[in-house]
């Protein structure tokens, strides 16, 4: 069994910059493609950034050129790097692990933009 636990969030003003945290505790953090999605109030849950295990990122086109997945295997951790923020960036903010066998979700951090 693997937890993820973000870290990160907080209020911050609009065209500023905040990094997210994904702390991975077990033995397979190598091994899973990770992800950043994030749910605003009353919409559903959306990608927003992934990370393969080879490396390969891909970002959703709102996030593109503000945002940057990265991850560090050693550390088992995953980090977003969050630029240039707007108001409608404001959302929980959550961690995903997966690969053909696991599903691990984090438990959230908020963002919050405004000024």
């Known amino acids: 069994q693997m937890q993820l636990v973000e870290s990160g969030g907080g209020l911050v003003q609009p065209g500023g910059s905040l990094t997210l945290s994904c702390a991975a505790s077990g033995s397979i953090f190598s091994t899973l493609h990770m992800a950043w999605y994030r749910q605003a109030p009353g919409k559903q849950r959306d990608l927003v950034a992934q990370?393969?295990?080879?490396?390969?990122?891909n970002y959703v086109d709102s996030v593109k050129g503000r945002f940057t997945i990265s991850r560090d295997n050693a550390k088992n951790a995953v980090g977003l790097q969050m630029n240039s923020l707007k108001p409608e960036d404001t959302a929980v903010y959550y961690c995903r692990g997966t690969n053909n066998r696991y599903n691990y979700w984090g438990q959230g951090t908020q963002v919050t933009v405004s000024s």
């Open positions: 990370i393969t295990i080879g490396g390969i990122t």
